[in-house]
Structure formats: C-alpha cells, structure tokens
C-alpha cells in the first residue's frame, strides 16, 4: 500500500511544471506542510511491519527529497519572474540608471581649442575636399613637376589624369587654394582637416593624420604679423610664458620660410627626452605666400602680401597631453580614451 502511493505521487510530483507562482504554492500546500502528503506518508511509515521499513525507508526518504527540492527549483524560478515584471512595469521608487558618458576624442578636443583661439583673432574656419586634384595640391601652390612629394612614397593617388591627378590631399593648404580662387581678399581663416601621407605606420608616423592651416592675406601683411599672431596662439595654447624661435626652412609656396619652435612643454627648456636635450621642438611650418601662388589663385601680389601656417594635431596633443603613441589616436582603445574630459556638448 505504502509503496505503491509512494510511487504515484513521485509520478505526480515528476511530472509537476508550473504555470504560475499559484501552482508552485498548491504545490506546497499539497506536499510540504503539516497536513501534507509528505507527512502523511510519515506517519503511515511507523505502521507497517519491521520487514517494509527496510525497504521503505529509503525510498521514503528520496521521495521527500525530491518534493523539497521540485518545489525549491519551481520556487526560484518564480521569484525570478516576479522581480522582473516589477521592473517591466517600472518601478518608480527605484533609483534611476546611470548611463556612461562617452568623452571627446583628444584630437577632436585640442582642434576646438586651436579653433577658438583663432577665432577671437577674427580667422573663420574653411574646410575643403579630402580627395583632391593635383593643381589645388600641388601646382597652384607652386610645386615644381619634378617635387618629391608629389612622388608615389608621399601621395596616395586615386586617379592619374594627364596634368591634373586625382589624389588624397596631403595638406590642407589646398584649402587655402580653394579658398583664394573663390573670393577677394581679405581673407582671414584657419582650415582643420585630415590629410593623408603614404609612410609606414609606426609610432612616429602615420598614413593619415590631421593638420589646421591658417591663411591671413590683406595689404600690408608682413613678417611681424605673422610672428606676433603665432606667438600669442603658443602662449594661450601652451600658457605664457612659452617661448617661440623661428628657423629658416623651405616650402615650395611661402617665400620667405620657416619652421616654429616652442620651448619644452615638458622640461620647459631644461632638456629631457622629448625635445632631445635641446629644450626646443618643432611645432609648425609658416611663411609668407609666395607671390606665384597669389596669382596662380587670380590675386594681385603686387598689391596683397599674406601669410600662412600650417601645424599637424596630432603633435600639437603629443606635447600637450604627452602622448607618445600616434597609433593610439586610431585605435579606439577605451582605457586610452576614457582619460579625456567628457564634455555634455
Ligand atoms: N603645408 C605644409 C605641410 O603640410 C605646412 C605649411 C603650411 C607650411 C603653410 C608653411 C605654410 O607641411
């Protein structure tokens, strides 16, 4: 008798899959409390004969084992459910969920802070194609045919046309091109963009990179201007103090030429590592425009002068942030990102 009601409700109690929290209760009011089957069968136990007790004892046992734990797995599995239709509905006394903030991309962060101090000195911002002909790249600005740079090392070519290649711009300065063909002077801008280099990537250098140029062409735009506008970029980018020097150096569209120099950001001239003991590094390439290219552009170089500069971003953060990896600006590694301020605009 005992033994066959222990294996009809290890049937039931197998077959049990419950719908709701309710089956799992009933479940529980049928088995498991004091008036239940389980003791119930208990109880029957201590009736019969010494020789069933043996046998039945065990079986008794597991059966109340797999009740407990049929009704402790139905159980969880009911909780869980009800927790989540708690927060399906929305529980409005719930603290909210944060969200993460991304942050601005270095690159992005210091061309902003270039651009706003260009702009209190009245420079409008010009942009221009990434892929680009040989005249605005090359020609208008007075490269002779045979420049290396125009060589395939240097450009990344996309099209060769007799006389005008197509190219990815390796500078911004075709910007200014555009720029001067379009309109009259005065012109007064500063042109952010990517450009494009065929190098091998390494530490030092990459395939691609950004720079901002600027262009200042009115009458009477002379050296000191030029000079005086460069210098007080580096003391509000850098903090006073910063000292500049100018080199002589060689550009096919500026005449005369030269190469700018701040004082170690970091060892404030000291000499350290990053400027190579000499307390200098290089930030920038300037000149006055070469008259060629004011009138290749449709402009009177005899009676407009201008000046222009040109910096890469990527450097300009290296010496700010002391970042040493270019390769870092293209990866996206988060732990490298994340260190920027994050901004909500
Ligand atoms: N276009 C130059 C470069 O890419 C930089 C530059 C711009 C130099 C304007 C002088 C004047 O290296």
Redesign the pocket.
Known sequence: MLQEKIKQFTAEIKSFVPASAADVENFKLKFLVTKGVVKALFEEFKTVSVEEKRTLGKVLNEFKQLAESTYNSAQAQFAQVGKKLEREEGDLTLPGEGFQLGSRHPLSLVRKEIVEIFKKLGFIVAEGPEIEDDWHNFSA?NFPPEHPARDMQDTFFVEKKTGNDIALR????SV?VRMMEMGKPPFRAIMPGR?YRNEAISARAHCFFH?I???YVDENVSFADLKQTLFHFVQELYGEGTKVRFRP?Y?P??EP??EMDISCTICKGDGCQLCKQSGWVEI????M?DPNVLENCGIDSKKYTG??????IERVTNLKYEIRDLRLFSENDVRFLSQFETELV
């Open positions: 600005l390796t500078h911004t300065s200014q450009v720079q140029e600027g262009l150096s550009f569209f500026t030429s030269a920038l390439g300037c000149g425009v000046f222009a500069f040109g910096m890469g």
